[in-house]
Structures are given as structure tokens and as C-alpha cells.
């Protein structure tokens, strides 16, 4: 006789520290009173699911309440956080289920028609419906054999406290938000969990800095940073770690990437959030200095198909027929025909033969337009119905601008 599954209950504010200590477990950290007090600030209680046990949390799962940039448009996107289980309740079940009743909790709201999250493993979220949606670079950059241009023009650089220029870089990034797939929405909490700079976060580093651009129209771009100190017998060798750059003008990106690579007595600079076309792999003379590496970074899943291919816009006209499945949201089950553009698209039930057919993990992976609908179909997880229809499609589902995670939540 096997014990009944343990209850899923929606969460209570008083669920945060031990949800966070079940992360920190899971995730291998050790507890950090500041990184505690960080954290506390964006959590939504009535967005967590948990999972408890005489007393104790051990499965939990969370949502941020974000709006997401996608091809062409901005809509309201569930951000998925704080996903564990305890070591001693592995097996059981209960990721399976926590993360099909959120899907169901999402779907029946109404709001969010599309979720986005970062995977701990690759391999875990497929399984419930999340298709790899964008890539980034990891550069590890050598500046020893390494050269940008000399700036168009005068570079005008200020530095300051991160928190004291929190509003021009909000500026800044608000101007760009709109037309960068892959960027969440900032309100004053996350900017202040954006730029909380405890020791933990530090690794060894000194305090987070930041630097403005001032254009001719005002301040057009910053970056934020990092550096750790560091010699040998062969002189000085710090690091430089970039977290963000953000510029709306391609003066300001040359001339702050100019800064970052050219600081006194760095010898490399890391910088984990490059999308897999930035525009610094264009500019260097030697781009393998770089030093590049792909990874994986936003997994999307559509809650809600219809609304959800109906919210993003399109490179191309399209009209296609496309028959989705899903097993854990039934209402996705079924034939859907997309009519769209650069302007408008509508997805609405269709009786007509299919064009193409997938899972809804599929339609995830190439809603960002970043994974190419013709890998997926060349892979055979998109089946193409009628001849000339994944062309089409690939076209169609593409975007002039690569998907880019810029923050980890």
C-alpha cells in the first residue's frame, strides 16, 4: 500500500524563507541574510505553489508577474522561479505535478498566455511543454590580442553610484525594451534587485560600478560591471566582468565596449548574456578572442496557443493551418489557423487540413525567433503537411533581431 501523494497548497507570505532555503539546498548555496532581504522584495506569495510535509516545505514553485518582449509586440509573460524539490522527496512525483497545476492556475487566468523560465538542466523542462527559445554567448575575452575601433567621435563617459543613475539607465533601457525580444519588464522592485550589490554577489570582485553615455540627445547607453585585482610575474592581469550593456545608438555601444576592454591593468573581460548576434563579435579585429561559447538561455512554454501566436507579430505574411498537441493543456489540442504580418495576426480553430504539425513545445522554441522552425522540422519535431509549408514558416517565425536574455530570474 503506497502513502497518498502529499497536498499542493497555494503559497503564504510566511512560505519565503523556508521556499528559499529548499532553493538553497537544492541549488548547493549557502544562506545569505542579504541575498534573503534581496529576494524577499519581488516575491509573489500568491503566485507560489508548495508542497509540504509534516510541517516542512519540500517542493516549491514560483512566478514573477513580468511583461516579456517578443517579436514584434510586448505581452504579459508568467517568469517561472523558484522550482525545487528536497533531496528526500525526489522521485515522488511532485515536480510533475506542481508544475502541471501552475500551467493549469496560468491557462485558467487568462492573462499570461505565454511562461518563460531559465533551466537549472536542459533536459527537465521539455517534458512540460518548454521549447529552447533563445541562446546566448559566454564570452571570455582576451585583451591582449584584441582591438575595437577608435570611437566615431568624442566619447562622453560618466561614472557614478549604480543606485544614484538608476533613473537615466531605466530611460535607457525602457527606450530599447520594446524592440528587443527576450527583455523583461523593470519595475522600481526589480531595478532594485537589478542593482542590490551584497558581498555574496561579489565572488571575490569589487562593488558593482556603472558608467552613462551621454549622447547629443542625452544619456543613450550604460553598462554595468565588475572587476577582481590580480598579478603575476608577468605584470598585471584583472578581470574585468561586464553584466550589462545597454546602448540605443551604435556610437554609445562602440564607446562602451571601448571602456570596458581598454580599463587599466585588465588583461580579460567575462560577460555572460551576449546574444548570439551582438554586435561586439562584428566590431573586434579578432573575434576567436572572444573567446565564445554557446548556452542555452530563455525556455518558453504558450499557455495558450491561439492567444498567444495571435500576441507576437510575423517577418513575413504568413497563413498556415498548424495542428499542435499538448498534453498537459488540452484546450491547445488541435487544429489552428495562423494568419499574420509585421502588423496583425489572428489564431483562431480551423477545420481545414493541416500545413504543418508539432508539439507545443515546438511552437515554443520558435516563438522568440530565434530556433529556426527549419532545424525543428529538419530534426523531425515540425511535420510538414503540405509541401513548401516549413519554408514558409521559417521565414515567417524568424525576427531581424536574435532573442537575448539579459538577467537571470
Known amino acids: ?128 511543454g518548454y521549447g529552447l527559445a533563445a ?59 537589478v542593482l542590490a550589490d551584497p558581498p555574496a554577489r561579489r565572488e571575490s570582485q569589487t562593488a558593482l560600478r556603472a558608467v552613462l553615455h551621454d549622447g547629443p540627445g542625452g544619456v543613450d547607453g550604460y553598462a554595468l560591471w565588475r572587476s577582481r585585482g590580480g598579478w603575476d610575474t608577468r605584470g598585471p592581469k584583472a578581470h574585468v566582468q561586464v553584466i550589462e550593456v545597454a546602448a540605443t545608438e551604435p556610437p554609445a555601444y562602440l564607446a562602451l565596449w571601448r571602456f570596458l576592454t581598454t580599463i587599466d591593468l585588465s588583461r580579460s573581460v567575462g560577460y555572460s548574456f551576449g546574444a548570439v548576434d551582438e554586435p561586439l563579435i562584428q566590431l573586434v579585429d579578432e573575434p576567436r578572442q572572444l573567446g565564445a561559447t554557446l548556452a542555452d538561455s530563455l525556455w518558453v512554454r504558450l499557455v495558450d496557443v491561439a492567444a498567444a501566436l495571435e500576441a507576437r507579430r510575423y517577418a513575413a505574411a504568413v497563413d498556415l493551418v498548424i495542428d499542435v498537441t499538448d498534453p498537459l493543456v488540452p484546450e491547445n489540442t488541435g487544429r489552428w ?15 481545414e487540413p493541416s500545413d504543418l504539425a508539432c508539439d507545443v513545445r515546438d511552437l515554443g522554441a520558435v516563438y522568440l525567433g530565434g530556433s529556426s522552425l527549419r532545424s525543428l522540422a529538419d530534426a523531425g519535431l515540425i511535420r510538414e503537411l503540405r509541401h513548401g509549408a516549413v519554408a514558409e514558416a521559417t521565414i515567417a517565425f524568424g525576427w531581424d533581431r536574435s532573442p537575448a536574455g539579459v538577467e537571470i530570474f
Open 337 to 351: 489557423r495562423l494568419t499574420g504580418d509585421r502588423e496583425r495576426a489572428r489564431c483562431v480553430p480551423s477545420t
Open 1 to 128: 500500500m503506497t502513502d497518498s501523494p502529499l497536498p499542493i497548497r497555494d503559497g503564504l507570505p510566511q512560505d519565503f524563507a523556508p521556499a528559499l532555503d529548499l532553493l538553497h539546498a537544492a541549488f548547493h548555496n549557502n544562506p545569505d541574510p542579504d541575498l534573503t532581504e534581496i529576494e524577499r522584495g519581488v516575491y509573489e506569495p500568491a503566485r507560489s505553489l508548495a508542497v509540504v510535509d509534516d510541517g516542512r516545505i519540500v517542493g516549491h514553485a514560483g512566478a514573477y508577474t513580468r511583461e516579456l518582449t517578443v517579436p514584434g509586440a510586448v505581452v504579459p509573460a508568467a517568469h517561472v522561479t523558484m522550482v525545487a524539490v528536497a533531496a528526500t522527496h525526489r522521485r515522488r512525483g511532485l515536480l510533475t505535478r506542481l508544475m502541471r497545476r501552475q500551467l493549469r492556475q496560468v491557462r485558467d487566468q487568462g492573462r499570461e498566455p505565454i511562461a518563460v523560465l531559465w533551466a537549472s538542466e536542459g533536459r527537465i523542462y521539455p517534458r512540460f
Open 135 to 193: 541562446e546566448r554567448l559566454i564570452f571570455d575575452i582576451d585583451l591582449r590580442e584584441l582591438r575595437l575601433p577608435a570611437d566615431a567621435g568624442d566619447a562622453r563617459l560618466r561614472s557614478g553610484d549604480p543606485d544614484e543613475l538608476r533613473p537615466e539607465m531605466a530611460t535607457v533601457y525602457e527606450r530599447l525594451r520594446p524592440g528587443r525580444p527576450g527583455w523583461s519588464s523593470r519595475d522600481d522592485r526589480w531595478w532594485r534587485n
